[in-house]
């Protein structure tokens, strides 16, 4: 039996004119002392640096409080960003909540939440050179929290062919390396990630997400500022800068580099890491 194609109602366009509703109005989020940040990163020292070799990922901890830099270093590159507690695994970035709560995109201002039941601020953004890039004539923007991160079973169920060195596998590989676990342990808590100076967005025709050149150049960077203890894993992404292809040998790619940085003491005055979430846990019971 041939399925119809359905009418289309008489009211369509009243219908599609609806306007829209903010799902997670943010005026009582609560707000961070950028300033505070910022000044305390002025006088921080460099304590550490990583870093990440082309098609590769690395692991760097960072202490609350501490600051920590992505930079492009000798071509235009981007990353994917784990970030977990660096006491608790289980508790790790949420992408889709701060997708949900910031925009598809985040810069400056903007925090890494954490997954439930914690859900609190892991990171804040607080500097941005590719703060300038807004969003594009095809919608497409910087620093991107809908991609899940490249994969090698996405790639096998469209190519049926193995890749290795995607980000989810980097990402396993340097977190098992790093706390010494099996691969398959490790591959448990790779999750979706922040695609550091990724350029993407969603076609208007298809709704499909479509990722065009990094505006990154060397010297661009992306700064945050640790609200708790953290693990973080980044990879280079092999897709360069994602202006073809990903998850090819094909696509020109640079190494990247993180550095951590330590205020100095006193320089937070009283500040303290935010509280796991309030909510009693007890569901309706």
């Avoid at 306007?19 to 940040?37: G, H, K, M, N, Q």
């Avoid at 930079?71 to 660096?86: C, F, H, K, R, Y």
């Avoid at 594009?136 to 079973?153: A, E, L």
Wanted: net charge negative; aromatic share 8%.
């Amino acid at each position: 039996m041939t399925e119809k194609t359905p009418a289309i109602p008489d009211d369509a366009d009243a219908r599609r004119a609806v306007a829209p509703v903010i799902c997670y109005p943010t005026e009582t989020l609560p707000r961070p002392d950028l300033d505070l940040y910022q000044r305390a990163r002025a006088g921080a020292e460099k304590i550490a640096e990583v870093i990440v070799p082309a098609r590769e990922a690395a692991t760097f901890e960072v202490a609350a409080g501490q600051v920590f830099r992505i930079t492009s270093i000798e071509g235009p590159q981007v990353g994917d960003l784990n970030l977990w507690n660096a006491a608790d695994l289980d508790e790790r970035f949420f992408s889709g909540k701060t997708r949900a709560l910031h925009g598809t995109h985040v810069s400056t201002g903007a925090r890494l939440w954490s997954s439930l039941p914690h859900l609190r601020p892991m990171a804040t953004i607080i500097a941005d050179t590719l703060g300038w890039y807004g969003i594009d004539g095809f919608g497409g923007s910087v620093h991107d929290v809908i991609g899940t991160r490249c994969d090698p079973y996405t790639g096998n169920l469209l190519s049926g062919a193995p890749y290795h060195h995607c980000c989810h596998s980097n990402l396993t590989r340097a977190l098992a390396d790093h706390l010494d676990l099996p691969l398959s342990a490790a591959e448990r808590h790779v999750h979706d990630v922040l695609n550091v100076f990724m350029c993407t967005g969603f076609t208007r025709d298809t709704g499909q997400y479509f990722m065009k050149a990094s505006p990154v150049r060397p010297g661009d960077y992306l700064e945050f500022f640790a609200e708790i203890d953290l693990l973080g894993a980044l990879s280079a992404c092999p897709g360069g800068d994602c202006s073809t292809v990903h998850s090819s040998d094909a696509a020109a790619c640079y190494p990247m580099r993180v550095e951590v940085f330590a205020p100095q003491p006193g320089a937070l005055g009283d500040w303290t890491p935010p509280p796991r979430n309030g909510y009693d846990g007890s569901h309706g019971r």
